[in-house]
Each structure stands twice: as structure tokens, then as C-alpha cells.
T-cell receptor
């Protein structure tokens, strides 16, 4: 099965510029997560979707971050305007039952989008 | 107190030894527990998950869970240099998966 697809893999922008990241989850996975990972830290949840509904966005800095998941499939995470402290890897993950894991509900991550804000 | 805590390491073990990685969590309502491996510059990949108290073995990996002590561990037997990576402990409560900061493991040939 195809994995979680993210783009772009790398993005370098100047502060105050906008940036957007795109994610296509594993087919059939209803749950989609956006995490941010800073160097040397574990992933931190930004937002979680169940189908097209954002069920947990408590950690999303809503003054500059926005996300959407149209039709419950692809998702976009946007930052506007970007700040120096936004430099990180933005990870998308999708959650669903895994036939490889005896049907357990597990998260699978995409390759990530590395953002550098100058 | 962080919800999921791990020693950041680095943990260094010789090739062939047992590597022991530990994790504690604060919420007794946590339902399931995961170990992810993350190579430098790559995204996390799932190694194992455990739901019930006790041990769960998969090849060279054993996950151990003690809910009373709010403690979960990962043992890697016969460690190989290819096991050198950061190991992330994650805890699920409801639909939310919360990660620790990760422990860096280095296996020396």
C-alpha cells in the first residue's frame, strides 16, 4: 500500500512569508495528524482530524497557523506569516487499522516537510 | 511534569549487548503504548506497541508495560550498529498520541 505522502520535502523562506504543506494519507485512514518536531525533541501534536472534522486543535497556534482537510482525505497546513521559531520538521501521520499489525490502530508517518525560516 | 518522559541519552552499548530504553507517563488513563524508531533525518517508524501489562516480544525487541508504575520499556537484544537511532516512546489516550523527547541509542561495533 502507498504510504503517507507529504510535500514539499524542504522549504526555505524568509520570515513573514507564508508557507503551506500538503499531506495525502494512506487510503482508508480516517484519522490525520499534523505534528511539529524540533531538533532533538519528540513530535508535538498540532492538530488531529477525524474525517474532515478537526477534533483536537488545542496546540495549534491559531494566530498564524491554519489547517484544513477537504473531503476527509488530503490536508493542508499553512503558516502565515512565518517566524524564525517556526523552523522545524512538519510531520503528517495517518491512523487506521493495520493489516501488518494484526489489525491494530497505528499511526504511520510521512517523510516530513523540513521548514527553514531565515 | 511532561506527560511522557524519556532520558535523552545518548545511551551507548557495545554490539551484541542488550539495550534498555525506558519511558514513564503521567496519565493513568493512557490506553496503549508505542515505540517508534527514528533514524537521523528520517521520520519515525513504528517498532512495537503494547496494550496489556507484561512483556511482548517481536524478534530482538521486547516491550514491557507496568501500568501500576506507569512505566514502559523497550529491550533490544543482540544490539547491532544498525539499531543506532533515536527511540521515541508514545502514549495514546483517546485518539491522541503523545510522544516523549526520545532516547538516542548508539551501538558501537
Amino acid at each position: 500500500e502507498a504510504g503517507v505522502v507529504q510535500s514539499p520535502r524542504y522549504k526555505i523562506i524568509e520570515k513573514k512569508q507564508p508557507v503551506a504543506f500538503w499531506c495525502n494519507p494512506i487510503s482508508g485512514h480516517n484519522t490525520l495528524y499534523w505534528y511539529r518536531q524540533n531538533l532533538g525533541q519528540g513530535p508535538e501534536l498540532l492538530i488531529r482530524y477525524e474525517n474532515e472534522e478537526a477534533v483536537d486543535d488545542s496546540q495549534l497556534p491559531k494566530d498564524r497557523f491554519s489547517a484544513e482537510r477537504l473531503k476527509g482525505v488530503d490536508s493542508t497546513l499553512k503558516i502565515q506569516p512565518a517566524e524564525l521559531g517556526d523552523s522545524a520538521v512538519y510531520l503528517c501521520a495517518s491512523g487506521g487499522l493495520s493489516p501488518d499489525r494484526a489489525g491494530a490502530n497505528v499511526l504511520t508517518f510521512g517523510a516530513g516537510s523540513r521548514l527553514t525560516v531565515l | 511534569q511532561k506527560e511522557v518522559e524519556q532520558n535523552s541519552g545518548p545511551l551507548s552499548v557495545p554490539e551484541g549487548a542488550i539495550a534498555s530504553l525506558n519511558c514513564t507517563y503521567s496519565d493513568r488513563g493512557s490506553q496503549s503504548f508505542f515505540w517508534y524508531r527514528q533514524y537521523s533525518g528520517k521520520s519515525p517508524e513504528l517498532i512495537m506497541f503494547i496494550y496489556s501489562n507484561g512483556d511482548k516480544e517481536d524478534g530482538r525487541f521486547t516491550a514491557q508495560l507496568n501500568k501500576a508504575s506507569q512505566y514502559v520499556s523497550l529491550l533490544i537484544r543482540d544490539s547491532q550498529p544498525s539499531d543506532s537511532a533515536t527511540y521515541l516512546c508514545a502514549v495514546r489516550k483517546g485518539g491522541k498520541l503523545i510522544f516523549g523527547q526520545g532516547t538516542e541509542l548508539s551501538v558501537k561495533p
